[in-house]
C-alpha cells in the first residue's frame, strides 16, 4: 500500500474568501480532514459531501483531542495512505502548533506540505480597519501571545521600548494583566489600544480604546475570545478606516439551499456585499441517461420538420444545461436545429442559453410558466409543433395550456431532481437558523421541502423563527404552510432575492 501525505492547511481568520487557492484544492482533494474550533462554519460548509471530517478542536473549555492524540490521527490517517488535511484557523505555523504536528510525521518518514495562511494577526486589524503598519507611525509590529503572559515568560520592557505595533492573540482572559504590564513598563496610558473579537465573521465587534482603559471597555461591550488586541498609535486608524459595516449585506448569514451547480453564481453575489454564505444543498440534480434515445428521436422529428413553426420550451437554466448536454452527447449541435426558436421563462434562462450560442426568441413579461404559456398562445401559428423539455418536478402547466389550444405539443423528461436527506453541514447550519440576521435563500418549493426534511424528518419543529427569503409567490406557499417568516422577491430571480435582502437588512 503507497503511503498517504499530510497537508498542514492555513484557513485563514474566518471569511471564506480569505482562503488561499492552494488551500481551496487541497480541501477539495482531500480524503479526510482534521479541524479545530477555528476553522469557520463558512468554510466547513464548503467542504467536500464525502471527505471525512475529524473535529478535534475545544468545546467549552474541555479538549476535544490532546495534541498528542492529534499527532496520531494524522500519523495513521497518512499510513493508512490517505490524503490528510491538518485544517488550522490562521496561519498553521502562527501560535498553532503547526510544528508541533510535523514532527512526528518527519521522525515516522510520513511526507507532508504546509499551506501557509492569512493569520488573524494582520487580518483581523485589516477587517477593523487598522493597517498595522504606518509610515510615521509604527514600522514594525509584533505578534505576541497572551496566553502565557506572566512576568517570566513575556520582556514588557522592551515591547515598550519598541514604539511599535504590539498584537497580542490568546489575550482575550488575559487583558488586563497585559494591559497593566505595559503600562508598568513605561507605556504612555493613553496610547491607543483596540480589541476585536470574531474579525472576518458577521459577529465582528470591536472596541476603541486607551491601553489604560481597554479592560474596561472590552468588559462593558463583553468582547471574549476569540480577540486580536492591537496595542499602538495605528489602533486608532479604526475610526477613520473602518469599512466593513458598508457593504450592505455585512453581519448577515444567508443559507443557500439550491443544488450545489447552482449556488456558485449565488454564493458570489453575495459575498461581494459582504454577508456570510452558508451552503446546504438541499436538492440534487442529474441528468437521465435513459432519455438519450427519446430525445435524439425528438432531434429527428425536428430535422424531418425544417421549415414548420417549431418551438423548444425550456423553464430552467437546468433545462437549458440538459438539453445541450444531451443534444452533445447525440453528436449534434445547434445548427441542426437552425430553423427551430426557443421559448424560455425568464431572463435568467435566457442568458443561460445564450451561453450555448442561442438567442431566446419569446421571454414572457412576467417570468412564470402561465405567462409563457399565455404568451407563446399569442404568436403561434395553430400548426406550430411545440417541445416541452423538463425535469421531474416542473410544472404541466405550459404543456397542458399549449394541449388545451389545439397545438401539437411534445414532452420530454430530461433530468430528475430529487431531495438530499443528509448532509454534513446540516448541523453546522442549524446551529445558525433562528439568529435575528440569518435569512434562508429558497429558489423552489422543492427547496423548502428538502430544507424542512434534512433539518427535522419528523416535521414537528417550530419553523416559526427562519426568516424565509422566497423566488416568487408559490415558493412561499410552501415556507409559508411551515409557519416561517416569508419574504418574496418582486421578480422571480435571484438578483431579485438579492435586491430584496438588501431591503431587509436596512430595516
Ligand atoms: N494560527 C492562528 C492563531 C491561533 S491562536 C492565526 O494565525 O490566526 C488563536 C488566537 O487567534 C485566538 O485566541 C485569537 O487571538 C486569534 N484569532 C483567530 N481567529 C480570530 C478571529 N476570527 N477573530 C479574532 N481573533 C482571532
Not at 104 to 129: D, K
Not at 317 to 327: G, K
Not at 391 to 407: E, K, M, P, V
Request: aromatic share 6%; proline share 4%.
Amino acid at each position: 500500500m503507497t503511503q498517504g501525505k499530510v497537508w498542514l492547511v492555513g484557513a485563514g481568520p474566518g471569511d471564506a474568501e480569505l482562503l488561499t487557492l492552494k488551500a481551496l484544492r487541497i480541501l477539495q482533494e482531500a480524503d479526510v480532514i482534521v479541524y479545530d474550533a477555528l476553522v469557520s462554519k463558512e468554510i466547513l460548509c464548503l467542504l467536500p459531501e464525502e471527505v471525512r471530517r475529524i473535529y478535534v478542536g475545544k468545546r467549552s473549555g474541555r479538549h476535544a483531542a490532546g495534541q498528542s492524540e492529534i499527532n496520531q490521527i494524522l500519523l495513521q490517517e497518512a499510513k493508512a495512505g490517505h490524503k490528510v488535511v491538518r485544517l488550522k484557523g490562521g496561519d498553521p505555523f502562527v501560535f498553532g502548533r503547526g510544528g508541533e504536528e510535523l514532527m512526528l510525521l518527519a521522525e515516522q518518514g510520513v511526507a507532508f506540505e504546509v499551506v501557509p495562511g492569512i493569520t488573524s494577526a494582520v487580518a483581523v486589524p485589516a477587517y477593523a480597519g487598522i493597517p498595522v503598519t504606518h509610515r510615521g507611525s509604527s514600522s514594525s509590529f509584533h505578534v505576541i501571545t497572551g496566553h502565557a503572559a506572566g512576568p517570566d515568560t513575556i520582556d514588557y520592557e522592551a515591547l515598550v521600548h519598541l514604539h511599535a505595533t504590539l498584537i497580542f492573540l490568546m489575550g482575550a482572559g488575559t487583558l488586563s494583566y497585559i494591559c497593566e504590564q505595559l503600562i508598568k513598563a513605561g507605556m504612555d496610558a493613553h496610547t491607543p489600544a483596540a480589541m476585536i473579537e470574531n474579525g472576518t465573521l458577521p459577529e465582528q465587534r470591536e472596541v476603541l480604546a486607551t491601553v489604560e482603559s481597554l479592560p474596561k471597555k472590552a468588559q462593558q461591550a463583553g468582547l471574549q475570545s476569540p480577540a486580536v488586541i492591537v496595542v499602538g498609535d495605528v489602533a486608532s486608524f479604526m475610526e477613520s478606516l473602518s469599512w466593513k459595516q458598508f457593504l450592505p449585506l455585512q453581519g448577515k448569514t444567508c443559507v443557500l439551499t439550491r443544488s450545489k451547480e447552482k449556488q456558485a453564481a449565488l454564493w458570489r453575489k453575495l459575498k461581494a456585499r459582504g454577508a456570510r454564505v452558508l451552503l446546504l444543498e438541499t436538492m440534487e440534480t442529474a441528468v437521465d441517461e435513459k432519455q438519450q434515445k427519446p430525445f435524439e428521436d425528438i432531434v429527428e422529428k425536428m430535422i424531418e420538420r425544417t421549415g414548420q413553426e417549431q418551438w423548444v420550451i425550456l423553464t430552467s437554466q437546468t433545462d437549458v444545461d440538459a438539453f445541450f448536454t444531451l443534444l452533445q452527447r447525440s453528436q449534434r449541435d445547434i445548427r441542426t436545429l437552425a430553423s427551430v426558436r426557443f421559448a424560455v421563462v425568464g431572463s435568467k434562462t435566457a442568458a443561460s442559453l445564450h451561453q450555448y450560442g442561442v438567442r431566446a426568441d419569446l421571454v414572457p413579461p412576467v417570468f412564470t410558466a402561465e405567462a409563457l404559456a399565455e404568451a407563446l398562445l399569442k404568436i403561434v401559428e395553430p400548426a406550430a409543433f411545440a417541445y416541452v423539455f423538463k425535469g421531474n418536478r416542473s410544472s404541466a402547466a405550459i404543456s397542458q395550456a399549449l394541449t388545451a389550444h389545439g397545438i401539437c405539443c411534445e414532452e420530454l423528461l430530461l433530468y430528475t431532481t430529487r431531495s438530499v436527506s443528509e448532509r454534513a453541514a446540516a448541523p453546522l447550519v442549524s446551529a445558525e437558523l433562528r439568529r435575528p440576521d440569518t435569512y434562508v435563500l429558497f429558489t423552489s418549493g422543492s427547496c423548502v421541502e428538502g430544507f424542512v426534511q434534512m433539518l427535522d424528518p419528523h416535521r414537528q419543529s417550530d419553523f416559526s423563527q427562519i426568516q424565509a427569503v422566497c423566488i416568487g409567490e408559490k415558493t412561499a406557499q410552501r415556507a409559508r404552510q411551515y409557519h416561517m417568516r416569508v419574504a418574496v422577491a418582486k421578480q422571480a430571480d435571484t438578483d431579485s432575492m438579492i435586491d430584496l435582502l438588501e431591503e431587509l437588512s436596512r430595516k
